[in-house]
């Protein structure tokens, strides 16, 4: 009897053991890619504008839902703008109506081209980063409004020496914002083979660019354009994407990653054989409309400057074009698709 009393006496004084938990898991980038994409989605609207393209977009999603999307128009003189639309669904993408910047706000005519829309959190501001031959920007507080953009402004008033002593006869381009908690880094490309990145403080931003250098170099149709960078959700790694040109003469994707945005770019998928995103390894359920995936953005998981996006949900919005047109480059239909990838590791 003394013994059982014992007994019951230990197991009341024992804590309770609870159960096993799994161990927390952080979801990785796919080591290979598989993308299947929709037909166009976006299309230059006959509004009177005489666009021919809509190309280089940028994605970014506001906290309501909407999804703002902006782009690079041309027009049959060559005339280079940018352009707006947004909705709430991608079903209402062809048919959303196309807000002309340069006619509708601050942002003027002349050259305007390949923006990169975010959310500034620090300074509650939203920036559309857009070529002008300089790196230039503008603001708005409302990016549901097309015509509160401001008045361009330059990041930076001249071409760094770097980039004039590695540029060849090619073009500095595509510039790209992303921040971590202490820096800016402004990301750009010269069509010769160079990856740049500058920086400021994040207190500092949007002035005080500089310390310019090359964080990766190739052949010039090896990295020629239209950069983007993403921090990987819950992670410190960041994926970098830079369009390349193929030996069939087509745009495709190669990509980088790195540990933290001043370490060392890594390859991911950056052979045409092994690529990121590129005409081998993109399905079309309704019928392939274009060999070119060119110069997009994948789709952010919100809307801030630290571009971050999850690996279980990649979606990249690209321009595409039918593989039969030919010309000069400024009139080449460039249309807007989106690919959804389909190797997730999650």
Not at 51 to 73: I, L, N, R
Not at 132 to 146: A, H, V
Not at 168 to 194: K, P, Q
Request: charged share 15%; hydrophobic share 35%.
């Amino acid at each position: 009897m003394a013994v059982l009393l014992g007994l019951a006496l230990a197991l009341v004084a024992a804590p309770a053991q609870s159960a096993p938990q799994p161990e927390a898991s952080t979801a990785e980038l796919p080591g290979n890619f598989q993308w299947t994409s929709t037909g166009p989605l976006i299309s230059p609207h006959q509004d009177g504008s005489n666009s021919v393209a809509v190309k280089d977009p940028s994605v970014v999603q506001e906290k309501d839902g909407t999804w703002h999307v902006f782009m690079t128009t041309a027009d049959t003189s060559g005339d280079w703008s940018l352009a707006h639309t947004s909705f709430t669904d991608w079903s209402q993408a062809g048919a959303a109506p196309q807000t002309h910047l340069e006619t509708a706000s601050d942002i003027g005519p002349g050259y305007r081209a390949a923006p990169h829309a975010f959310y500034f959190a620090p300074k509650d501001e939203w920036y559309l980063v857009y070529q002008t031959g300089l790196p230039s920007f503008s603001t708005t507080k409302n990016i549901k409004d097309p015509t509160s953009w401001s008045a361009p402004k330059n990041f930076m008033d001249s071409m760094p020496d770097i980039v004039r002593d590695n540029i060849g006869n090619g073009h500095w381009l595509d510039f790209y914002v992303i921040c971590d908690d202490a820096t800016c880094y402004l990301f750009s490309a010269d069509d010769n083979g160079h990856v740049y990145r500058s920086e400021t403080t994040l207190g500092n931003f949007p002035d005080g660019f500089g310390n310019t250098r090359i964080v990766l170099s190739d052949s010039a149709h090896a990295l020629f354009e239209g950069g983007a960078v993403y921090r990987v959700k819950d992670t410190d790694t960041y994926l970098l994407l830079w369009e390349a040109i193929g030996s069939d003469g087509r745009r495709w994707y190669r990509s980088f990653t790195a540990d933290g945005l001043n370490g060392q770019w890594q390859p991911l998928a950056d052979t045409e054989s092994h690529p990121f995103a590129r005409s081998n390894n993109v399905s079309f359920p309704d019928g392939a409309w274009t060999t070119d995936i060119s110069h997009g953005e994948l789709l952010r998981t919100g809307d801030d400057q630290t571009m971050t996006l999850d690996p279980c949900n990649l979606q990249l919005l690209y321009q595409g074009m039918d593989p039969g047109a030919g010309g000069d480059y400024s009139q080449l239909p460039w249309r807007l698709g989106l690919a959804t990838n389909t190797t997730s590791t999650c």
